[in-house]
């Protein structure tokens, strides 16, 4: 990347590729999986090696002022490895062009920063929690004003100002998975002359591509399932419009919130099995919805894969072959204590944030992702306390399926034991005191005042004596 009168002219990624390998990028026109495992990955000239390697230089040699031997100055401003990862997002998300943050909100903050001070923002009320911050905490710092709806298709019209710079979607929405219509969002955003981004995290370019939708922007965090195996904070954003390209990529080099050269190199690793990775979570994900949709133990379940969504439509207009995606969210009966009790008795799904890996995960988004968020507006855009997000991974569908199943089980009776106790647990006998009569995680509270007698405690816990720091015969509160 050069300077020229304070902008910034950015090669297009192809044209780095092409600088470094004989051999061609495959045609556009090519399968997703072809597109994947080769846009980008160039063979090494010199040595041949079919795998790029890890350029970990941060600056690059010239043959006189101002002349750099190839085409790479400085790493902050490109990078081999970046602009490789560049060019497999903009193939596999049908662009021209692609630009790499270090993270997701990196994205998110630099497409805000490239706002007028003053402009106004219309955004899908159920964000990314991050998103949401930033939107409320950060941005209007700098005199940008957001206006969330929880119906955007109906809304926007109305909600338009004269200062109404940029449309944010999120389809599907995270943690309660509504879809928008982005081609009918775009077309009025776009007779006022309104930037359309769409936050394509929760589907990947597997399954959506929103800029044949209308979209002008799409923006992903790339951690997830571009990535894949939850070891990369990465973020990207893809274009057509040249003029944004520039304008994104003057911010990206000059406020430097640029990926590193082995980050891209991971991410771009991992992309190169999108395709397997999104067909296997999505499978997975379809079965689990069906079977909690049928069960007496959940109030409702949020997959747009189900002919029971409400935008079940839109999915089957904007995603491959109306596929569901990976992610899902169901409410639990058992209220909050029953949300939490499955998400630590789940034995293969992990209890911990993010979503998009090799490895499946659950959550709650009241008390984890979006705990940041008040209350009230969390519950009107339906994130309840017993609300669960489940992000599946790529194991074997009937080992997840019976997963969630023990679980439930054990969840609603847990939560049911509760109702009956003293404070929300069922101690007998107890006062503020946890009774779990056959010692369930290493906790048998029988005469427990505000302690816990571990007489029968698995997982190593018998604290009759007060053995570590525990005095919980007739304790009062001694951890």
Not at 76 to 104: C, H, I, M, Q
Not at 135 to 164: L, P, R, W, Y
Not at 203 to 214: A, F
Not at 424 to 431: A, D, E, P
Request: charged share 15%; glycine share 10%; proline share 4%.
């Amino acid at each position: 990347m050069t300077a020229t009168n304070g902008t910034y002219e950015t090669p297009a990624p192809a044209s780095a590729s092409a600088a470094r390998t004989e051999s061609a990028t495959p045609h556009s026109a090519a399968g997703f999986g072809t597109l994947a495992v080769h846009a980008g990955a160039p063979h090494d000239p010199v040595t041949g090696a079919v795998i790029e390697s890890i350029s970990l230089s941060t600056t690059y040699a010239q043959s006189s002022l101002g002349k750099p031997l190839g085409i790479y100055e400085y790493s902050r401003s490109s990078n081999p490895n970046r602009d490789n990862f560049e060019t497999a997002v903009a193939a596999l998300e049908k662009a021209k062009y692609a630009l790499a943050f270090s993270s997701g909100s990196a994205t998110t903050a630099v497409i805000l920063q490239s706002l007028p001070q003053g402009a106004h923002v219309i955004s899908v009320s159920d964000v990314y929690g991050g998103t949401h911050r930033y939107f409320t905490k950060v941005a209007n710092a700098h005199g940008v004003d957001v206006t969330f709806t929880n119906e955007i298709e109906a809304d926007i019209k109305g909600f338009i100002q004269e200062n109404t710079k940029l449309v944010w979607i999120e389809t599907p929405s995270n943690p309660t998975l509504k879809l928008v219509n982005i081609r009918a969002v775009a077309e009025e955003a776009h007779r006022h002359g309104i930037t359309v981004v769409v936050d394509n995290t929760f589907l990947s370019p597997y399954i959506q591509n929103p800029l044949e939708l209308g979209a002008d922007i799409v923006v992903h965090s790339v951690t997830k399932y571009i990535n894949g195996h939850s070891d990369v904070i990465m973020g990207v954003a893809a274009v057509n419009d040249e003029g944004l390209r520039e304008r994104l990529a003057f911010l990206q080099n000059a406020i430097g919130a640029v990926p590193s050269a082995f980050d891209a190199w991971l991410a771009h690793r991992g992309l190169k099995t999108l395709h397997l990775r999104a067909r296997q979570a999505n499978a997975n994900a379809a079965a689990i919805a069906q079977v909690l949709e049928s069960s007496p133990h959940v109030i409702s379940v949020n997959y747009p894969g189900l002919d029971s969504h409400p935008h079940r439509a839109v999915a089957l207009k904007q995603h491959r072959d109306g596929m569901g995606g990976g992610m899902l969210s169901f409410r639990v009966r058992g209220g909050a204590v029953g949300a939490e009790r499955f998400c630590q008795a789940t034995r293969i799904f992990t209890l911990a944030e993010s979503l998009g890996g090799v490895e499946s995960l659950v959550e709650v988004p009241a008390a984890m992702t979006h705990a940041g968020i008040p209350h009230e507006k969390r519950e009107r855009v339906g994130i309840f306390d017993d609300l669960i997000r489940v992000s599946c991974g790529v194991e074997d569908t009937e080992d997840l399926v019976k997963d969630v199943l023990q679980a439930l089980e054990d969840a609603v009776k847990y939560s049911a034991q509760a109702s009956n106790g003293v404070n929300g647990h069922n101690g007998v006998n107890g006062v503020n005191g946890h009774s779990d009569v056959n010692g369930f995680n290493g906790r048998n509270d029988v005469n427990g005042v505000n302690g816990h007698n571990d007489a029968n405690g698995v997982n190593g816990r018998s604290d009759i004596n007060g053995v570590n720091g525990h005095n919980d015969i007739n304790g009062a509160i001694n951890h």
